[in-house]
């Protein structure tokens, strides 16, 4: 499956039941930043189950144009000769990115304090996203951007040469934007600081530590206070990715609407800034348990069970929660769409600038299959039919979107017609094996021209 090659149509149809075990990729998140601190810590780092889908693969390239060296050594088994902090050298080319706003913004951070010049670019649908929320914190360490208007790629990036520390209250519940600020401040003297309101995704945070970073967290009445010392000596790693709960969303919420269906997901990440969905989806009357609970390199697992729950009932999701199950409301819209009542969704609109606008993709992707759906700036209302009664049938658009796409599948999986959409291509940027897998469990799903 190619990411931006030609589209590649794809259909799944009413299945069940799932049974069995569904093996997820690597966080993509995670592995980002594995790749990323391992090319700024002196030394070889080694990564075991890194996701090799295509955002990671073009960070892993970056780093390469920067100056380290990364190399696969097996399966989801990679090292990185990194260069330390401040090694980086000037890419000879343009940086391309694909669809991955994770890895051109961190890197964007990474190098702007590096007295160096890098142009980025990347696929139709990074290209109309903002990168202003990136260049506007890493103007104030020195770095100048020159991109398109509204701040989009392709940008130029000429770096700090004397970079200054940094103080920075994050606009944003963004983790992107705060990662890369902490990035910069790698390579800046004194001490950067970054205030998050909202607590946000904060594996760079714990990543950083691992590596020896001098990195404290304070939770206090302005929110979250990070205090990171310029100038460490970052020492390399061996790092155990753990699995992508945004991955196993798709086959625990598939499982939920399947008939019969019985899924375990084992090794999840169930990091309370990631995990807001599967409490959402227990709040909703889902049987989704978690089994094994442990700890595991800091983070705490377990294994997820997910059954048929023919009786969930719609709810108003805190708005509270929005940045732990930021990149999930797309499938729960789809859980939403099998559940009795109305599912409210506030304070979302981060939602309108990911990879395409997702509440406008999906509530026409669920208007298209019979369902109605209400929504603003930033909330959204999907009213349920319960379990035996969406209807299918459409032909939906994914706007170079892998989340859009993969929700979608799975709202064909319960539907009472198939759904089809016009590109699973972007798929492969985030879990290459999506079709296997599902297919593995009992899902009928598949690409129409193969
Ligand atoms: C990510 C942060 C989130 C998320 C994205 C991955 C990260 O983006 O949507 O998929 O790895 O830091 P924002 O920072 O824009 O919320």
Not at 40 to 54: P, V, Y
Request: proline share 6%; net charge neutral.
């Amino acid at each position: 499956m190619l990411a931006h090659g030609a589209p590649i149509p794809m259909t799944a149809r009413k299945s069940g039941p799932l049974i069995g075990e569904a093996n997820v990729p690597g966080d993509k998140s995670i592995s980002h930043r594995s790749l990323i601190l391992g090319a700024m810590a002196i030394g070889k780092t080694e990564i075991h189950g890194l996701l090799e889908g295509q955002d990671v693969l073009d960070t892993a390239k970056a780093m390469r144009a920067f100056g380290a060296t990364v190399t696969k050594q097996g399966d989801a088994h990679w090292t990185v000769q990194g260069v330390g902090v401040g090694g980086f050298c000037e890419p000879k080319d343009l940086v391309d990115f694909g669809n991955s706003g994770t890895g051109v913004r961190l890197i964007m951070g990474a190098m702007a304090t590096h007295a160096i010049t890098a142009t980025f670019t990347g696929d139709a649908s990074l290209r109309g996203r903002p990168m202003a929320r990136i260049t506007d914190p890493i103007a104030l360490f020195g770095a100048t951007a020159h991109g398109r208007s509204g701040g989009r790629l392709p940008m130029t990036i000429v770096g700090a040469k004397d970079p200054v520390p940094v103080k920075y209250s994050v606009p944003m519940p963004s983790a992107q934007v705060k990662s890369a600020v902490l990035l910069a401040g790698l390579n800046a003297p004194g001490e950067t600081i970054i205030i998050e309101r909202e607590a946000t995704r904060d594996h760079t945070e714990r990543m950083l530590k691992g590596f020896g970073a001098n990195i404290k967290v304070e939770d206090t009445g302005e929110g979250r206070v990070i205090t990171l010392k310029g100038y460490p000596e970052l020492a390399p790693q061996t790092i155990v990715v753990p699995r992508d709960p945004s991955s196993a969303a798709f086959p625990i919420c598939a499982a939920l609407i399947c008939e019969g269906s019985n899924v375990l997901v084992p090794n999840i990440g169930l990091n309370p800034t990631r995990a807001g969905l599967f409490t959402t989806l227990r709040d909703m009357g889902a049987k989704l348990t978690y089994e094994n609970e442990r700890i595991e390199g800091g983070e705490p697992v377990a294994d997820l069970r997910a059954r048929f729950s023919p009786n969930m009932r719609g709810i108003e999701v805190p708005p509270q929660r929005a940045a732990s199950m930021i990149d999930e409301y797309p499938v729960l819209s789809v859980v939403a769409s099998f559940a009795q009542g109305q599912t409210v969704m506030r304070g979302v609109k981060e939602l309108r600038i990911k990879e395409s606008d997702r509440i406008d993709s999906m509530a026409a992707g669920l208007r298209a299959n019979g369902m109605s759906v209400k929504y603003g700036e930033d909330w959204w209302i999907v009213d349920g039919r319960g379990i035996s009664d969406v209807p299918g049938g459409g032909l939906c658009a994914t706007h170079l979107d892998h989340r859009i796409a993969m929700s979608l599948m799975i709202l064909g999986m319960g539907s009472n017609k198939p759904v089809r959409i016009d590109d699973g291509g972007p798929i492969v940027t985030s879990f290459p094996i999506f079709e296997e897998l599902m297919a593995q469990l009992g899902a009928s799903v598949w690409r129409e021209n193969s």
